[in-house]
């Protein structure tokens, strides 16, 4: 074996040693910090694939329209995200299914104006994206045993607003909720 051969095998080694071990640094020969956490494999409803096209266009979706935000080709992951566009062409609707949880939704410092309520029987919360500062979106974060669901729709014309967007995220809630896991 070359050197080259055994020195990147070491510093291979040595990264994943820190990577299992997290980092930490030691005072008098006791370690301090805190170690990595330990992860495990997250499986979350995946909107993209398990909303059937006949569902969406139930709620008022066009099916032909989905766009990917978040979805892996394979494995685990804690977030699946897509959207789709309603008929019109006015509004884009969001469904985010995640393992985070309401309790993370409600200490988000970036949503705002938050509103306790209910979405069918599952307890939620509605609040803006601070970002997006024009009401212009909502989203309606629902709980779930997986931790949680949240809705976002929103305007895609800048101008032409009919109603309050979080009236129109809260009732594709209320349509979606049936289709959802508990």
């Known amino acids: 074996m070359r050197t080259a051969d055994i020195v990147r095998a ?9 990577v299992v071990t997290g980092c930490t640094s030691s005072t008098d020969g ?17 909107p993209c694939t398990e909303l059937p096209d006949q569902v969406l266009t139930e709620v008022g979706l066009d099916p032909s329209t989905k766009t990917v935000t978040t ?51 599952r307890p939620a919360i509605r609040a803006y994206d601070k970002a997006e500062s024009d009401g ?29 967007i979080c009236e129109v995220s809260t009732e594709y809630a209320n349509a979606l909720d049936p289709h959802l896991p508990r």
Request: hydrophobic residues 40%.
């Open 10 to 18: 070491m510093l291979a080694t040595a990264a994943a040693t820190a």
């Open 30 to 46: 006791a370690a301090t910090g805190t170690a990595a956490p330990t992860m495990r494999p997250v499986e979350v409803f995946n």
């Open 71 to 121: 979805d892996p080709p394979d494995g685990p992951s804690s977030w699946r995200v897509c959207g789709w566009i309603t008929p019109d062409q006015s509004i884009l609707v969001d469904v985010f299914s995640t393992s985070h949880t309401l309790d993370e939704a409600r200490a988000n410092e970036d949503m705002v104006q938050k509103v306790e309520t209910t979405v069918g029987s």
């Open 136 to 164: 212009r979106s909502c989203y309606i974060s629902m709980q779930a045993e997986q931790g949680m669901f949240e809705i976002k729709a929103g305007w895609l014309a800048a101008d032409g607003w009919t109603r309050d």
